[in-house]
């Protein structure tokens, strides 16, 4: 069963960096997909970022949505591959949310939707304050 574990989040000022962990186990293929989601209270779930992992070389890539091209960037560790970050840099007080991370077997053109998604992290709550 595949498990997804988020952390890292917090409060910060416009401008600021926050960097997000998603700890993820039970997936047992070598290649997936990691996304990052948001949702804004009162607002749908938006898909922030898709990172396919893939253990041969050239094989990963990452898809951005516009919001976040150029400020976000999704790595996974050197030394815990199980352990996903997103970084968040230029923090504007429209990326306030719950940030969430999630598993699906193929990113697909449609990795936004949320669709085909296996499993779920509980979230953690980001606040960019004015």
Known sequence: QVQLAESGGG???????????????????????LL???QAPGKEREGVAAFYVSP????????YADSVKGRFTVSQDDNAKNTFFLQMNSLKPEDTGTY?????????LT????????????GTQVTVSA
Not at 11 to 33: K, P, Y
Not at 56 to 63: A, F, L, V
Not at 100 to 108: L, Q
Not at 111 to 122: D, E, F, H, I, L
């Open 111 to 122: 990795w936004r939707t949320g669709s085909y998604v296996k499993a779920w992290g509980q």
């Open 11 to 33: 409060s910060v000022q416009a401008g600021g960096s926050m960097r997000l962990s998603c700890a993820v186990s039970g997936v047992t293929s070598a290649t997936f997909c």
């Open 56 to 63: 041969y070389p050239g094989g990963s890539h990452i898809n």
């Open 36 to 38: 990052w989601f948001r």
């Open 100 to 108: 969430y991370c999630a598993t699906k077997i193929m990113c697909g």
